[in-house]
């Protein structure tokens, strides 16, 4: 046996090549009658741009979730929990110490607002328990 016998032998299947290719052409030729590539189409589309008004509104979402005027978005059960609540308020609190000075009016506004509605929120649901536990708030809160 020779040395040749015992070199691996690389075999190139043109074929394969050829289908990558004409798929990649397909694919480039569907994105352009769309006008979207299809990373930028999946990603872009569903998230906000991030500003102030989102954090705040996040925030506040969350703290409304825990003193139960929105069900939790897992279970879809409403349910209170305090402490949460009050975690959520206070890094709206933070926030709001943190960037004095450096607002816009409707920014503050806005975080001013939502804190002051959150707060009573908070002091009304130590109110309103029953036998069976805690209870569905009974007002309604409008967040700006």
């Excluded at 009304?124 to 569905?136: F, R, V």
Aim: aromatic share 4%.
């Amino acid at each position: 046996m020779s040395n040749e016998d015992h070199e691996p032998k690389i075999v190139v299947d043109e074929d394969w090549k050829a289908q990558v290719a004409r798929e990649k052409e397909q694919l480039r030729d569907r994105e352009q009658k769309s006008g979207t590539s299809g990373a930028t189409e999946n990603s872009n589309s569903e998230i906000p741009q991030a500003s102030f008004s989102i954090l705040v509104t996040t925030y506040a979402t969350q703290a409304l979730v825990y003193l139960g005027y929105l069900p939790d978005p897992v279970s879809r059960e409403a349910k209170v929990d305090r402490n949460m609540a009050k975690h959520f308020i206070d890094m709206l609190t933070v926030l709001e110490e943190k960037t004095k000075g450096n607002l816009a009016e409707d920014e503050i506004a806005l975080l001013t607002d939502a804190l002051h509605q959150l707060r009573m929120a908070f002091i009304a649901s130590s109110h309103q328990t029953s036998d069976d536990g805690p209870a569905k708030p009974k007002s309604t809160i409008e967040l700006p």
